[in-house]
């Protein structure tokens, strides 16, 4: 590709250099999208994967550490006072 001086061209050349730029580049990302829809519908055909739903979805382990800490979250809280729980470090 030859290389432009843009210091020596006229505002009107940067304009028309810039329509042309523009222009250029729009049909070629027309083109690829084009390119990617016929990709994307040739490759439907084989059928959609399932979508893995919240349900599917492994359970994660729980760490003793933080069972402990659901497990308190999760006891009604009384009215007399209780012994705080030391965490280990």
């Given at each position: 590709?030859?290389?432009?001086?843009?210091?020596?061209?006229?505002?009107?050349?940067?304009?028309?250099?810039?329509?042309?730029?523009?222009?250029?580049?729009?049909?070629?990302?027309?083109?690829?999208?084009?390119?990617?829809?016929?990709?994307?519908?040739?490759?439907?055909?084989?059928?959609?994967?399932?979508?893995?739903?919240?349900?599917?979805?492994?359970?994660?382990?729980?760490?003793?550490?933080?069972?402990?800490?659901?497990?308190?979250?999760?006891?009604?809280?009384?009215?007399a006072p209780s012994e705080p729980i030391a965490e280990a470090a």
């Open positions: 590709m030859a290389k432009i001086d843009l210091d020596s061209m006229s505002i009107e050349e940067l304009v028309a250099l810039r329509e042309n730029a523009t222009a250029k580049l729009a049909e070629k990302v027309a083109t690829r999208q084009a390119e990617l829809q016929t990709e994307l519908e040739r490759l439907s055909e084989y059928g959609k994967p399932a979508k893995k739903s919240a349900s599917a979805a492994p359970a994660a382990k729980v760490k003793k550490s933080d069972a402990k800490k659901s497990d308190v979250a999760s006891q009604p809280q009384s009215d």
